[in-house]
């Protein structure tokens, strides 16, 4: 899991530096996988409650363990790539840079296909055709 997370900071952070924003890419990098894995979360969760049904569950309490949970994964995303400059040592490591992009694509666009996909679903439950 450390290496595809690894691989994914290196392919992102490459793609910040040729869009132009080679000063802040280690931050962008970070915050663009934060972004990813949060989505493929919410991806899960609309996947669990398809299995609830409708006016069973409280969703008063979501925004703020949402937030926290987003808070946490940035946090632990920071002391992975950025603390003490570690991404430095990530991107010299030859066997990431030569790997091809199309994992990084696919992973992020697979992301926001399935949380289409799953709040699709729940609106068609909800509405009463599934």
């Not at 919410?42 to 006016?55: E, G, R, S």
């Not at 995303?77 to 790997?99: R, T, V």
Request: glycine share 4%; with cysteine.
């Amino acid at each position: 899991m450390m290496k595809f997370l690894e691989y994914l900071f290196v392919k992102y952070h490459y793609f910040q530096v040729r869009v132009g924003n080679g000063f802040i890419a280690p931050m962008m990098a970070m915050l663009f996988m934060l972004f990813v894995i949060i989505i493929y979360l919410n991806a899960i969760f609309f996947m669990a409650i398809l299995f609830i049904p409708p006016k069973k569950y409280d969703m008063s309490f979501f925004p703020e363990i949402g937030v926290s949970i987003f808070f946490c994964i940035g946090i632990a995303l920071y002391f992975i790539f950025l603390y003490k400059n570690k991404h430095k040592f990530i991107l010299k490591k030859k066997e990431l840079q030569n790997k091809s992009s199309r994992m990084a694509i696919l992973f992020t666009v697979l992301s926001f296909f399935l949380l289409f996909f799953f709040m699709t679903l729940k609106i068609l439950q909800n509405n009463g055709k599934l």
